[in-house]
């Protein structure tokens, strides 16, 4: 027990010291619990989030727009390899990892279990679900875990890239004919709620916030980052000329930010339950994908096995 506590307070102090935790260190167990369970979500949410922009590709309005977005989509896939790839380091696998996605056993972002109902969508999604992605990630870049950490530098590089070409896409809507300004407001309405459930519980209600930024996991709770991104996104859309959907949205000069209406936790609650609009959805597209994609991996796994042998004949 005293070595173990020894282990704890030395590992502790190499954090508090911002030196980087690397896979052969000694960590506590509930490290890197928390870690396999943040990675593996954070990359599930890359890959399950190119389901609602796909929808959009043979639908894009011009040759420049579907060649934006399908750069965006492979971007994050290569995000989630990335990521994938940081889980193992923790020693637990990809196949494990994949499995649990696949069976409904975790979880990835709730903002990926809602349609994207018309071209504004993907601008939305860009701008406000990028836009909020980028706000936890950034931080992310000085996560005390190396692998991760190394893995944020470039995510976060292309996810800057993604955000503004939705605010784009917004920008043009809002500026183009009364029924594109008003289908950029009505996405605007659609997506906010969710993208400010996007940060996770408040403080007082999370239940791995305190421990993850007592182990610098994360820089920042998840109310400060919420906010950060209302003060930032608000004036973003006063700009080009939307409206956030908030009656209660003002500015507030004693502590200089917005003050804001409550967020339905009830609606996140659910849709995290399972029980969203696109839930189910989503897991038998990730299922077919995987069972019509067996035959690559067999294949790759056949082909290293040839190369194997004649590398040892």
């Not at 659609?190 to 459930?197: A, E, I, K, N």
């Not at 990730?286 to 019509?292: E, G, L």
Request: hydrophobic share 35%; net charge positive.
């Amino acid at each position: 027990m005293t070595d173990v506590k020894n282990l704890e307070e030395l590992f502790q102090a190499k954090v508090d010291g911002e030196l980087k935790i690397e896979p052969k260190d000694w960590m506590p167990d509930g490290y890197r619990k928390n870690l396999v369970r943040q990675i593996s979500q954070h990359a599930h949410s890359e890959v399950v989030g190119m389901l609602p922009e796909g929808n959009w590709i043979t639908r894009a309005p011009n040759l420049r727009r579907k060649a934006i977005l399908l750069a965006k989509i492979q971007d994050e896939a290569g995000h989630g390899l990335y990521l994938y790839s940081a889980v193992e380091t923790l020693g637990t696998t990809r196949e494990k990892t994949v499995d649990d996605l696949l069976g409904g056993k975790a979880k990835y972002s709730s903002i990926f279990n809602y349609p994207t109902l018309t071209w504004a969508d993907i601008g939305a999604v860009g701008w406000l679900v990028d836009g909020a992605a980028i706000m936890n990630q950034v931080m992310l870049c000085r996560t005390s875990y190396g692998p991760y950490a190394r893995a944020m530098v470039r995510i976060c590089k292309e996810e800057s890239f993604h955000q503004r070409q939705g605010y784009e896409i917004m920008s043009v809507l809002s500026k183009g004919t009364p029924e594109q300004r008003e289908m950029a407001q009505d996405a605007l309405n659609r997506w906010w709620w969710p993208s400010l459930m996007m940060f996770g519980p408040s403080d007082a209600n999370s239940p791995h916030s305190a421990q993850s930024m007592k182990w610098k996991i994360k820089r920042q709770s998840n109310d400060e980052l919420r906010q950060t991104f209302i003060d930032r996104t608000v004036q973003q859309a006063e700009v080009i000329g939307l409206k956030v959907p908030d009656p209660k949205l003002k500015w507030n000069e004693s502590t200089q930010h917005y003050d804001s209406g409550e967020i339905d936790w009830t609606e996140f609650n659910n849709v995290v339950a399972g029980n969203g609009p696109c839930n189910k959805e989503r897991l038998a597209a990730r299922n077919k994908a995987h069972d019509d994609g067996a035959w690559v991996r067999e294949a790759a796994m056949a082909y290293a096995a040839k190369k194997a042998k004649r590398k040892a004949a």
